[in-house]
């Protein structure tokens, strides 16, 4: 991810823009909805066409905002509840019937705690495509992962290595994780976005710059993210505070548990009717 | 440590206390001077009596703050000249002549990742306490370590260990290590505080209550440590922050850098002409 | 746990004898019975008086091994069966009824896998000792948990650390986990072994010299263990094997189940009433 | 690596086959001879034809195994002539002059503990492709780095992983690093070999089928690696021992301490003129 000052995600982005101009109507190009989905609260936000882009700083395309009354998604049904929401959600932002085969790019620094959040998804998520021949594992959907890691320990920008990899592999489609900047405390670990326009430049706390888009994979790609970390810059004017995070205290905890629930959530919209049960099973 | 919008530091709280009263002469009870130890730079504050211990909110004693050209403490000459200053520093802080054995207690919690600095710190400090009856080791002076964990992972408050094993040890001398909190992003792992003091309750990140300190120990302690975070809810003064850290992007590097020069400087105080070089053979 | 050649676990070195003297009645001063528990294979050792103590190389005592049918405990009912019958095992090798508190002692050294079950046991307990003026965790039985790591990173036995915090915190009984060494490939990483005898010097893989047992430490004291490892000069009479381990080639994954399924089970045994979904609910 | 019962060290096929004939003259198709480097004793053996290569079980191509005198290259002037002896020998794998970029490729599982070599190596290997326009580092050659992982958590061959990123990028040449599988207990940890064949299919502890060869990648292959295991079966004829490893007790030190030799081996071979002491500060 890179902090930028502003944030990644786009219902956030339309919440400021209505506070900062409260007297407006609807801004044009964009269209917002909420929804409520096994309980928990969604905002949809769509961007339309380039003025709606321009407003809010993102590709135009679907966006979902899923809120969680908690920052440590426990095991249990609050769990299973915010799964099954994000698989909805997931499904939405992939191409329907669901593409015979899936390639997962986990994106982030394993070794920055809050931009860990897609190696750590990586270790939940249900691998499967060797396991095509095992009549054991037949009914599920063949999914690759790849953790192109971050460019200072490969030397290789990430988008570049999910591209090569993909155009060697032809999934149907590529589901991409990582970690977001926010710009609201409250938001903060507290949500989810999934998208269908993939990871546009200059997304999360990292440095690398290429998209993850259908334009440069040639397939579609949904983006999964969770605001982790906010530009302490952003907060307050003082130059002396480039450089800085602001990051709940208990980010390490909050980042494993939300991977936790984006690798769940990723298996449920992938392998149709698989409780969360039985996949800490196969996981185990 | 506990974060609580105040800064541990005793020389980052009398530079505040300037700043925010700038006409004012020295402060009563307080006596503060700069030196230079191997190129870089140190304040003293001593904190003399009942008058400065309420002026800047800690226990009377001897404080030393040790500033830093980076915030990477890389190997080579820079990481030797930070290791003989702390070391100078940590032997004034402690009973001269040195005591014949020392307990260091490695505070903190290794899950957080600002406040892991104690834990990281210990693996890379001679434990020699076993070695006395090898003759190739004969020359360390005894040292234990004790990693009290966190009351939320062991159930006992780590002071209680520190003291019960001190008691059963009577070392001469107890070296805590612990990550604290700051107030100026300036600061934030670009010092090492040193003092005579031990810990005082309500220090860094933690919940832990009890102090570590000469009183409840029975022997001298002397504490070493880095602030690691600012309370967000310190820079701003929005009630939506509780709960929020302000940490430099890097605080996974950070934090392993400065344990490791903490460790290498404590190895440098207790074992008398000890090199970077030898210690670093030694703890491989 | 010191590798030595032979095995801890009183119902291998049973069946070792037997095999070893085919044409033998009973063992003087040992008697030994089979049992089934929630579907699962134990068999009972008990060593009743010195000749056994000599037959056997242990101390008296009861020894029960509880046989698992896979290396990996996955979730879901094997494990609940597992965690059940070892539940029942642990209650039956401590003070009934169950002392008011408890202090869990957590053997071993995290950075050698084999004998890492402690460490990892560790954060699978419910560490509750710290909670008991929280009205939510008031029902729970107060457990502390002690992680004397090894006398390497601490400089002192980790049998005098577990003493000197029991004299202070005063539990009801002792509960050790450790890993230990077995003689049968076939029952490594394939069998637990719950006794009210402690942990005898001498066990296990690392160095640590003194004994974890009701006279050392003044109360009950129930052990468990996983043989994680055969000494590989014991398989073969080579000197050329002395140094060397035989594991399970998956021994990394396996030690972190069996870790689990303790865990688990001294939950279970200590919490009564407390289901595995409540309690994972808990340690999230 | 795939344990196999046999040896992937030529020269210890070599010498097995030297001890089983020992009336036996010369191995057709086989050059055998001894040299030092660095004080370190380096055994030589050419494969030269099919004959030879039937006899050792390898592909033709030139293997040099270099003993080492210690399971843990210690820091300091141990580690530097290890660190020397083994550039010599990476160079003479190599195409001479070196290529002008070079994609190393880091193999095995890190979560299996003598398998993790390759991943625990990656972190010691300076990483420069992406630092060509930074004036400070333009002497230093391009250098990219592949961390494939295994088939079981990615879904993809890591041979296929290799092949497809070095077609992408068209480094002069690879240089692969893995764990290897031996036969004598002596040689565990205490080896390297370096050869110029690539990894041949088999060979190592995991399960990946291609070979990383010259045939495969289109670009010349050196290979780098270490004895961690023995298969059990090989030691002892019973079957009972199938599935299970023989590894020196101490297997995870020394297997990080070999995966740093190697890093900064690496490192000497492709920066010419860079001391451990400055790949140290710039790794840090």
Not at 52 to 65: C, D, H, Q, T, V
Not at 74 to 80: F, K, S, T, V
Not at 138 to 144: E, F, I
Request: charge should be negative; hydrophobic fraction near 45%.
């Amino acid at each position: 991810m890179v902090i930028s000052g502003r944030t990644d995600l786009a219902a956030e982005a339309h919440r400021l823009w209505r506070e900062s101009v409260p007297e407006a109507g609807a801004l044009p190009g964009v269209r917002a909805a909420g929804e409520t989905l096994e309980g928990l609260s969604v905002t949809a936000v769509d961007i339309l066409n380039e003025e709606g882009e321009r407003a809010l700083g993102k590709p135009r395309g679907r966006y979902f905002e899923l809120f969680l009354p908690s920052l440590f998604p426990q095991r249990g049904p609050d769990l299973e509840r915010a799964v099954g929401a994000l698989a909805v959600l997931i499904r939405r932002c992939l191409p329907q019937p669901l593409p015979s085969s899936v390639l997962v790019a986990a994106l982030g620094n394993p070794d920055v705690t809050p931009d860990a959040l897609g190696p750590l998804c990586a270790g939940q998520v249900l691998v499967t495509r060797h396991l095509q021949t095992d009549p054991q594992f037949r009914n599920l959907r063949p999914v690759a992962l790849c953790r192109p890691g971050v460019l200072g320990t490969s030397g290789v920008e990430s988008a570049f290595q999910v591209q090569t990899l993909c155009r060697a592999l032809r999934p149907g489609c590529v589901l991409a994780v990582d970690a977001l900047a926010g710009a609201e405390p409250g938001a903060l670990c507290r949500c989810v976005q999934v998208s269908d326009t993939g990871i546009a430049p200059g997304s999360g706390v990292g440095n690398d710059r290429e998209a993850l888009s259908p334009a440069t994979l040639g397939v579609p790609v949904a983006a999964l993210g969770v605001p982790t970390v906010i530009d302490a810059a952003a907060l307050s004017p003082e130059s002396r505070l480039a450089g800085f995070f602001v990051t709940p205290r208990y980010i390490d905890s909050a980042v494993r548990q939300y991977a936790r629930l984006l690798g769940y959530a990723i298996n449920a919209a992938l392998q149709e009717g698989l409780s969360v049960e039985e996949m800490e099973q196969l996981l185990d």
